[in-house]
């Protein structure tokens, strides 16, 4: 069975501070995409990483693949209140490939 | 708007009734996913669709539910004899065939 852990579970930082949320498995993702989800809303694409290694930007969000394709991390820079949220990533199977496997996510507080 | 819309937003019911939610994806999307997400848990896999054809189940979709997509456009998932348990946010997401899905709002389920 493939899983998704992430950590921390929760993180509350002060507006302007930086922080870097981790995504892990011991399985091998094709790929694997990263969402944001506010209370009572559904899960909003962020990125997608595909190559081992990769890294993507998205303004103040720094995305990274890890080599082996095993576990990727999010960096955000200068914090904003809007960035508050739970933070999710998700990767596609290997067994069945158009099923995607969520992590349990990061519940974000930026405090202003 | 053309995202993807969910029908209830919220859905309060007593136990041992039956409910049914409805998922209008993007249209030109030929794959369409339901999953159940509770407090503190990334969304959880019950089944997808590709066009009118339900392709996966999970084994956390019991008997008493049941889904459908007659015509490779709108789902309706039914929950027949509902449970205290059963209590959850129920997301649709609809995709071009790759792992990149985009979310509706979710129906909110609560049942008494």
């Known amino acids: 069975t493939q899983l998704l852990e992430q950590s921390p579970q929760f993180l509350s930082i002060q507006e302007g501070e930086n922080l870097t949320v981790y995504c892990n498995s011991s399985?091998?993702?094709?790929?694997l995409q990263w969402y944001r989800q506010e209370p009572g809303e559904g899960p909003v694409l962020l990125v997608t990483?595909?190559?081992?290694?990769e890294v993507k930007k998205l303004k103040r969000l720094t995305f990274q693949f890890g080599d082996a394709r095993k576990d990727s991390s999010l960096h955000i820079t200068a914090a904003q209140p809007g960035d508050t949220g739970l933070y999710l990533c998700?990767?596609?199977?290997?067994?069945?490939?158009?099923?995607?496997?969520f992590g349990p996510g990061t519940s974000l507080s930026v405090i202003p | 708007d053309t995202g993807v819309s969910q029908d209830p937003r919220h859905k309060i019911t007593k136990r041992g009734q039956n409910v049914t939610f409805r998922c209008d994806p993007i249209s030109e999307h030929n794959r369409l996913y339901w999953y159940r997400q509770t407090l503190g848990q990334g969304p959880e896999f019950l089944t997808y669709?590709?066009?009118?054809?339900?392709?996966?189940k999970s084994r956390l979709l019991s008997d008493r539910f049941s889904a459908e997509r007659p015509k490779g456009s709108f789902s309706t998932l039914e929950i027949q004899r509902t449970e205290q348990g059963d209590s959850a946010m129920y997301l649709c997401a609809s995709s071009l065939g790759g792992h990149e899905q985009f979310f509706g709002p979710g129906t909110r389920l609560t049942v008494l």
């Open positions: 998700a990767g596609a199977s290997k067994t069945s490939y158009d099923k995607v496997i």
């Open positions: 399985s091998v993702f094709s790929s």
């Open positions: 990483v595909v190559t081992g290694g």
């Open positions: 669709f590709q066009n009118e054809a339900q392709l996966e």
